[in-house]
């Protein structure tokens, strides 16, 4: 009978286990407003796995967003990743790593010293910046006939001849019924926008024209470095810190 009774309570268990996932799958993203602002927070107060997991999930949830990001946001968060490599003693090669990625969406990226002081790895930061100057635009690919789709690139409109540095950036559509998908993509790849909106486009339709306004994001822009929102604050589980590099 006991036994039973165990079997009964292990079946509920996993009843609503089951419920709770699908219910978390079904859940639409937390806006990432503030996010970036909370990391460099972890970061200066040497909470190194806190940060780490607030990075892995704002990068995963990006493409998620149901607004167009801003590009300073995006450059703040591959910056805090690079940032994160010096505080944990992983070195200038995996600094790099996001230091040259924040610099491919925005080459005028100002440097830290508040929290990464302005000795060798802001001379190592600028030395990144002349690389990723230098390199060769490439073009982003939108076709002529695009119909109703607006596409963005960190945010910035797109347009038939717009190009940007290699590099990975996020590449955002906003498809006709108004949907907003996004996703990941390493330049000089070139992004499938025609494939990024959910139902078939009407490639004879007027091209659109970008209607994002400023500010229409949820990614962390105006505020990249000052937090005005607790939103997503229970999302990274607590871990135990890290010991920052001596």
Same mark, same amino acid.
């Given at each position: 009978?006991?036994?039973? &009774?165990?079997?009964? #309570?292990?079946?509920?268990?996993?009843?609503?286990?089951?419920?709770?996932?699908?219910?978390?799958?079904?859940?639409?993203? &937390?806006?990432? *407003? !503030?996010?970036?602002?909370?990391?460099?927070?972890?970061?200066?107060?040497?909470?190194?796995?806190?940060?780490?997991?607030?990075?892995?999930?704002?990068?995963?949830?990006?493409?998620?967003?149901? *607004?167009?990001?801003?590009?300073? @946001?995006?450059?703040?968060? #591959?910056?805090?990743?690079?940032?994160?490599?010096?505080?944990?003693?992983?070195?200038? =090669?995996?600094?790099?790593?996001?230091?040259?990625?924040?610099?491919?969406? $925005?080459?005028?990226?100002?440097?830290?010293?508040?929290?990464? !002081?302005?000795?060798? %790895? #802001?001379?190592?930061?600028?030395?990144?910046?002349?690389?990723?100057?230098?390199?060769?635009?490439?073009?982003?690919?939108?076709?002529?006939?695009?119909?109703?789709?607006?596409?963005?690139?960190?945010?910035?409109?797109?347009?038939? =001849?717009?190009?940007?540095?290699?590099?990975?950036?996020?590449?955002?559509?906003? /498809?006709?019924?108004?949907?907003?998908?996004?996703?990941?993509?390493?330049?000089?790849?070139?992004?499938?926008?025609?494939?990024? /909106?959910?139902?078939?486009?009407?490639?004879?339709?007027?091209?659109?024209?970008?209607?994002?306004?400023?500010?229409? $994001?949820?990614?962390?822009?105006?505020?990249?470095? @000052? =937090?005005?929102?607790?939103?997503?604050? =229970? %999302?990274?589980?607590?871990?135990?810190? %890290?010991?920052?590099?001596?």
């Amino acid at each position: 009978m006991g036994a039973l &009774r165990r079997m009964a #309570w292990v079946g509920m268990a996993l009843v609503v286990g089951l419920s709770t996932a699908e219910a978390a799958k079904s859940k639409p993203p &937390r806006p990432l *407003r !503030g996010r970036t602002a909370k990391i460099r927070e972890s970061l200066a107060d040497g909470a190194l796995a806190r940060a780490r997991g607030a990075l892995a999930l704002a990068e995963e949830r990006a493409p998620e967003q149901p *607004r167009i990001v801003r590009p300073e @946001g995006v450059a703040a968060l #591959w910056f805090l990743q690079g940032a994160l490599a010096l505080k944990a003693g992983e070195g200038t =090669d995996a600094a790099g790593v996001g230091f040259r990625r924040a610099l491919a969406v $925005d080459p005028g990226l100002a440097w830290d010293p508040e929290l990464l !002081g302005s000795g060798d %790895e #802001w001379r190592f930061f600028e030395a990144l910046r002349s690389e990723v100057g230098s390199k060769s635009p490439v073009d982003l690919g939108l076709p002529a006939r695009h119909g109703g789709l607006e596409a963005y690139l960190d945010g910035r409109p797109v347009a038939v =001849d717009s190009t940007a540095l290699p590099g990975l950036h996020l590449a955002q559509v906003r /498809c006709p019924d108004g949907t907003i998908t996004g996703a990941w993509v390493e330049l000089p790849k070139t992004p499938r926008w025609l494939k990024m /909106c959910p139902g078939k486009l009407d490639l004879d339709a007027a091209p659109a024209e970008n209607t994002a306004p400023a500010g229409d $994001d949820d990614f962390g822009a105006l505020d990249v470095f @000052g =937090d005005e929102s607790p939103e997503g604050a =229970d %999302e990274s589980p607590a871990a135990p810190d %890290e010991t920052p590099a001596p």
